[in-house]
C-alpha cells in the first residue's frame, strides 16, 4: 500500500473537510461519514482502485457506490483529497445549485447512482458487476459502502444471494459496522460475528477488519481483490460512528447532525495535523475497452390481422426479433419468464439474459447498474409484481436511467389466479415516474411496435401486456411513437368517445358494434401510450358529446384520471369506467362484466349518459 | 402423534382433492400443493395445531399462513379432510362466487390472510406472533407454509432478522424445499444445508427433515413446539414437487398446472386407496382470552392558532394523546421514529411501540398480522420509504385490513435533504388502494383531529405530514371528516378557487394577501381529505372562474388529478401547480420555488388564468 503515513494525514484531511462542509451547511451526515473513513481513504488512495478521476466514464474504471448514500460528504470528500473537488465547492454542500446535494446524485460526477434510500446499492452494485463479467468482459471491480442499518432491508440479502449465485468474485461490499443506527442501537451492535455469520452463509467471502487500522484495511483489500475469485467478497469492519471527533465519537443522538458552528473548532483540533494541500492518487486501471457484441440476425414477428396473439407472447417475440438492431439490451426477469415470456429472448440470446429470481427489488437495482454500465435493460414480471420494487424505481429516475419495464398479467381479466396476480395499481405506479412513457398496447403488432419504440427512448419506459390473447387489428405497416393514439372507429355523428387501452379496447370494439345496431355511433381510440396522451386527438373528440374511458385498472392514477387531467381546462366531459370493486376470481369475461369495463358495460354507461 | 396410518389416509384424501379440484377447475397448482400435502397434514392432524375449525375467530387458535398462497389447493383440501369444505364446494374452485379462489382470500376462513405475492407470509405471521407473545399474552403459535423460490424475496428475511430479535419462539416455519421454481431450479436445487445454514446464521432453530416422512415431521413438530423457546423454529423440508402422482413428480413444467382430464384417472391410481370419508381432527386450543389492556391517560395536546408547529411532531402527540381512548392501537415505526414523532408515542407507551428497523416491507406486513388479529396499527416512515413496501400495501388490502400508515418528509419542501429522501408519488400510491382514505392536515390541530379519524375507519388510512413547521391555523372546536375540506378564504368575488393541501395551503394563503393587494380575490380551501374529496365544495367552486390545485406531489395520481376527476362531467376548468422538475437539495422556500409551487407561483398563475 501507499506509504501509511500519507493515508493517515489524508484521513485527517478527508476528516477536516467532513466537518467543514456540514458545519458550514448546517446540516449532513457527519456521524455517519465519519466512521467510513479509513475504509474508503485505504481503498481510493491505498492502490486498490483503479480509476482514472479526470476521465470518470471510463469503462474499466473501478466503481464505489455509497449505498448508504446519506455519507455523501465523505464521498465528497475523498474527491477533495483527490483534487478534484475545490474547498469552495466543497463548502457549498446542501446549497441548492452545488454539485453536492444532501444525497449523491448524478451532478457529481463520481456518484455512481443516486442514493439515500437504504438498502439499495448492492442491487445496483451487482448490475455493474453482472456486466463486467458477463458482458463487458472487463475486470473492473465494483465497491459497495454498506451501512449496517441498512442490512435490515431485504433487498440486500436479495443482492447478496444473487451475487453468489452469479459468481461475481469482481463485487466487493465494504460494511461499515458502526453500531448506531438513526435512533439508536441497530439489532447487532458490534456483534460482529452476527454480521459474518449471515453473509458467509449467503456464500460470500467475509473479512472481519478494525475498520479504523489502515493495516487491517490494507490486508483485507489484499485479500478481497485476488485476482480470479468466483466468491463475492464482504469486508465486514468494526468502526465508531463519528470516529476522530471526541465530542461525538460513539454517541447516540448524532445521526444527521453537523458540529455546530461553537464547537467546530474544538472538534478540529481533535484531528491533529490537517494538511489540505496533500493530494490522494488513485492507481490507473488497465486502458480496455468493453467486449465487442454483434447478436446473430433474427426473424423479426410477422403477424396476420385477425389471428389471435397475446400481447406478453408479442413483447416476448419482439425482444428476441430486435436484439441484432439493438445489441446494448439485456433482459433480466423475475422467475416467470415462460409467463412474461421474455424466455423467448433467453432461449435465442442465453448470454445476454439474466434471470433473477423472486426477487424484484434486486431485479429493479441491478438493471440499474447494467443501464449505468451503458446497457438497455427491458425489466418483466407481473405488473403486480413490479409494486415490489417502487422504491427502487422511484430511485433509479434520480440517476439518468435507461430501462424498460414490461409488466404482464395486467387487470381483473386474467382471470382465475385472482387478486394478488392482477395489476391494478401499476399505471398509477408508472404514471408517477417523472417524464416516463407508458404504453398499453392492445395487440400483438402494437405491441412489437411499442417495444421497439421503448428501445429508443431514454429513461423509463414501462409496456405493460396482457395474459389473455386478443385478434390483432393493426398492419405491420402501422407505426405507434409515443404519444400517439388510433382512432379505430369514427364517423361524422360520433355521440360519445370511448379512450380505452389494452383489453377493453377489444370491448370497445364489441360496444362499437353492439350501439351501432342501435343506431348509435361511437368513436374508439386505441390510447396505446398513456402517457404521454395525444392531446389532439383527446381535443378533437370534443366534437363528439364526450369522452367514457375504460381499463382494466383501479380507478385512481390511470388512463382515466390521465385524460381527465388533460381535458381539466377543455368543456368536454369526462366519465370513466375502472375496477372499483374488490376483484375476485373467475372467468376473464365474468370478471370484466363484474367490475362493469365489458363491453356490456359501455354499451349501458354510452346509452345512460345519452339518455 | 395420532395414529400415523390415519394421518397416512388423510394424505391420499387430501391427494385426490388438490387432484380432483384442479382438475375440475382446469387451473390451480397442483405440483406445488402436493410437495407440502406432508407438512401440512401431520401439522394439523397429528395433534400439534389447537384450533377450533368450527370457531376461525377464537383468539388462542394456532394460525397457519400460507406464505405459498399458490397451494391454495392444499389449503382447500386439508379443510375438506377436516370436514369444513364439501365435496361439492371443493369442486368449485376458482369458479365466480366461490368462496375458495385461486390464491387464498378472506372469504374462505381459514385463510389468515389473503396471500400469492410471494415472500409476505412470514412477515404477516410475524405480525401474529408479536401479538400473541407480547400484547395478547396467548400462546398459539403462527405457523406459516414457505415455498422455497420465495425465500429468493429479501421481505422473508426482514422477516427472519425481526422473528429472531424479537424472540419469538411462537414463531415456525415451514420451508418446503421442492427444488422447482415457475420456470426452472431454484437457486440452490435440493441443497438443503444452503437453507439450514443460512436461516440459521440469522438466529432461527432449524429442523432438516424428509418431508414426506410422517416420522419426521412428527419429530420436528414436537422439537419446534417445546414450550418457553425464545428462538424462531425453521422446519426445513426437502419434497418433491409433485409428489404422489408419478406422471408430474419431481418434473419439471408442471408449476400452476392441473393434470389434464384425460390422465386424471391415471393420477389418482398412484394414490392408493382413498378413502374420502375420512376425518381429520385438530388438537383444541386452551380457552383463554386475550390480555386485558387498558393504557394510562394522557393529556391530548393543545395548540394555539398561529403556533408554529410540523404536521410530524403533531402526529406523534395525536398517537400518545389518545391512546387510552384506543387501545388496540399499536405503533410501528423502521428506525426514524425520531423524525417520524412515532418517538412520542413510544415513549409514553413503549409496550406498544415496536421498532421495526430499516425494513419497510416486513413492517407492512406485520402491521397486517396485527390488525388480523384486532389490532389497530399506526405504522410510520418517510412518505418516501412507503413506497418500499407498495406490494404488501397492496395485497393487504386483500386482507380486510384496518391500519394506517404515515408518511412523513412530504414533498420537495423537506428540503437539503434531496430527492432520495422526498415523498412526491406517495398521494398516487395511497389513493390507488381501493376504499382508502387519505389525508394531508396542513397545521398541527388539523393533524390531531384527523389521527384521531383514523383511528375510527376501517381499511387502509393514509395521513400525509411535513418536515417543517406550520403555523396553526385552526381552532379546538373544528372538525376533520373524512370527505371534507376547509374553505379558509372566501367572498362573493373569488375569481379563482386554489385548492391546496399540506404546505401549499400556506402558501396559497401567501398568495392570497399578495393578490389581494392586488385587487383579485381568491378562494382557498385546504383539502386536507384527499380522498374522498370534498364534492360539494369542489363543485361550488364552479360559480368561480375555475379551479386551480396546488401541491407538493408529482403531477400524477395526487390533487390535481383527484380533482380533474372529481370535476371532469362539469364545466369547471381545472389547472395544476405540481413538482414537474427533477427535484434537488436546497433551501424549502427556494425549492417551492424551483418546482413551481410556491405563493409566487400561484400568484403568478392565478393572474396569467384570469389575463
Given amino acids: 500500500m501507499h506509504d501509511q503515513e500519507h493515508i493517515r494525514a489524508l484521513t485527517r484531511q478527508i476528516r477536516y473537510w467532513i466537518l467543514a462542509s456540514t458545519t458550514r451547511a448546517g446540516s449532513g451526515h457527519a456521524s455517519s461519514s465519519l466512521s467510513a473513513v479509513e475504509l474508503t481513504t485505504a481503498l481510493l488512495f491505498g492502490g486498490f482502485f483503479r480509476a482514472d478521476p479526470h476521465n470518470p466514464a471510463h469503462p474499466n474504471n473501478d466503481r464505489l457506490i455509497f449505498s448508504k448514500g446519506h455519507a455523501a460528504p465523505l464521498l465528497y470528500s475523498l474527491y477533495a483529497a483527490a483534487g478534484m473537488v475545490s474547498e469552495e465547492e466543497l463548502l457549498s454542500l446542501r446549497t441548492f445549485g452545488s454539485r453536492l446535494e444532501g444525497h449523491p446524485t448524478p451532478v457529481f460526477p463520481y456518484a455512481e447512482a443516486a442514493t439515500g434510500s437504504l438498502g439499495q446499492g448492492l442491487s445496483i452494485g451487482l448490475g455493474m458487476a453482472l456486466n463486467g463479467k458477463y458482458l463487458d468482459n472487463l475486470p473492473y471491480r465494483t465497491f ?330 393493426y398492419g405491420q405497416e402501422e407505426s405507434f411513437p409515443p404519444g400517439g393514439s388510433k382512432v379505430l372507429r369514427e364517423s361524422g355523428d360520433d355521440a360519445y368517445t370511448v379512450c380505452a387501452a389494452g383489453i377493453t379496447v377489444h370491448e370497445a370494439l364489441a360496444a362499437y358494434e353492439e350501439l351501432l345496431a342501435q343506431g348509435i355511433a361511437i368513436r374508439v381510440v386505441d390510447c396505446y401510450c398513456i402517457k404521454p396522451l395525444d392531446r389532439e386527438t383527446l381535443l378533437r373528440s370534443g366534437e363528439t358529446g364526450g369522452v367514457l374511458t375504460v381499463e382494466d385498472h383501479y380507478p385512481q392514477g390511470g388512463l382515466g384520471e390521465a385524460v381527465c387531467s388533460e381535458l381539466s381546462d377543455s368543456a368536454t366531459p369526462v366519465h370513466s369506467l375502472a375496477v372499483g370493486k374488490l376483484p375476485r376470481t373467475g372467468k376473464p369475461q365474468e370478471l370484466m362484466d363484474y367490475a362493469g369495463i365489458s363491453a356490456k358495460a359501455i354499451a349501458e354507461r354510452i346509452r345512460s349518459l345519452l339518455a
Same sequence: chains 1, 2.
Fill in 144 to 473: 459497495v459502502l454498506l451501512g449496517d442499518s441498512e442490512m435490515a432491508e431485504g433487498s440486500q440479502w436479495e443482492a447478496l444471494q444473487l451475487a453468489a449465485h452469479y459468481e461475481l468474485g469482481n463485487l466487493v461490499g465494504i460494511l461499515d459496522v458502526n453500531r448506531l443506527g438513526q435512533r439508536g442501537q441497530t439489532m447487532y451492535g458490534h456483534d460482529m460475528e452476527a454480521y459474518r455469520r449471515r453473509v458467509s452463509a449467503f456464500g460470500w467471502d467475509t473479512f472481519l477488519v478494525d475498520g479504523h487500522s489502515l493495516e487491517d484495511m490494507e490486508h483485507a483489500y489484499r485479500k478481497a481483490l485476488i485476482p480470479g475469485r468466483t466468491r463475492p467478497a464482504m469486508i465486514i469492519a468494526r468502526t465508531l460512528k463519528g470516529k476522530g471527533v471526541s465530542l461525538i465519537e460513539d454517541m447516540e443522538g448524532w445521526h444527521g447532525k453537523p458540529l455546530p458552528e461553537d464547537d467546530f473548532d474544538r472538534a478540529v483540533a481533535d484531528l491533529g495535523d490537517v494538511d489540505k494541500s496533500l493530494v490522494g492518487k488513485m492507481a490507473h486501471p488497465e486502458d480496455l475497452r468493453p467486449a465487442q457484441y454483434g447478436p446473430k440476425t433474427a426473424d423479426a414477428p410477422v403477424y396476420s390481422p385477425g389471428e389471435k396473439v397475446s400481447t406478453r407472447e408479442a413483447y416476448g417475440s419482439a425482444l428476441a426479433g430486435m436484439h441484432a438492431d439493438y445489441p446494448d439490451m439485456v433482459v433480466l426477469d423475475g422467475e416467470v419468464s415462460n409467463s412474461t415470456h421474455a424466455a423467448s429472448f433467453a432461449k435465442s440470446y442465453p448470454d445476454r439474459f439474466f434471470e433473477m429470481f423472486i426477487a424484484e427489488q434486486n431485479m429493479a437495482g441491478a438493471a440499474l447498474g447494467l443501464s449505468l454500465r451503458g446497457k438497455k435493460p427491458f425489466v418483466s414480471s407481473f405488473a403486480a409484481f413490479m409494486t415490489r420494487a417502487f422504491d427502487q424505481i422511484r430511485m433509479s429516475r434520480y440517476s439518468e436511467p435507461n430501462m424498460v419495464f414490461a409488466g404482464s398479467h395486467a387487470g381483473i381479466s386474467i382471470g382465475e389466479d385472482g387478486a394478488s396476480q392482477m395489476g391494478l395499481e401499476d399505471l398509477a405506479m408508472f404514471r408517477s415516474v417523472l417524464d416516463s412513457v407508458v404504453f398499453h398496447p392492445c395487440d400483438a403488432q402494437s405491441t412489437d411496435k411499442v417495444v421497439r419504440e421503448a428501445a429508443e427512448l431514454e429513461g423509463i419506459t414501462y409496456i405493460r401486456t396482457l395474459r389473455g390473447k386478443t385478434p390483432v387489428l
